[in-house]
């Protein structure tokens, strides 16, 4: 079983910045396809990056430009950095997990991720 602990949540400024952690234990880390999800008060989760085993990564639009995913695969930890936030970027985050060499193509689906962390929480304020 995987667990995941998500850290580094807080609140800023629009214009700041904040790296978001996630740390794996359980199997071996580095043959998942790893993501980070957030989820504003009375919206859907949204997928916000992704980082296959090889280090294929992908944004949604939103974010591209402000926000590089990376992970430590010595230390198996995930990250999150998180550069010029936007008020419009106040949500939960979480920090998730797809067993697969490769992420799959197409938009970041929940239903997807096998595993999840349980959020941190993450406001900018204009």
């Known amino acids: ?21 996630c740390a794996a234990s359980g199997y071996t880390y580095s043959w998942y396809c790893m993501g980070w999800f957030r989820q504003a008060p009375v919206k859907e989760r949204e997928g916000v990056a992704r980082i296959d085993s ?17 992970k430590d695969n010595a ?3 995930l990250y999150l950095q998180m ?6 970027d106040t949500a939960m985050y979480y920090c ?19 595993y999840w962390g349980q959020g941190t929480q993450v406001t900018v304020s204009s």
Do not use: W
Request: net charge positive.
């Open 75 to 77: 230390k198996n930890i």
């Open 83 to 88: 550069n010029s936030l936007k008020p419009e």
């Open 96 to 114: 998730a997990a797809e067993r697969r060499y490769f992420c799959s193509g197409g938009p970041m689906r929940a239903g997807e991720f096998d």
């Open 54 to 70: 090889v280090g294929n990564t992908s944004y949604v639009d939103s974010v591209k430009g402000r926000f590089t995913i990376s």
């Open 1 to 21: 079983q995987l667990q995941l602990v998500e850290s580094g949540g807080g609140s800023v400024q629009a214009g700041g910045s904040l790296r978001l952690s």
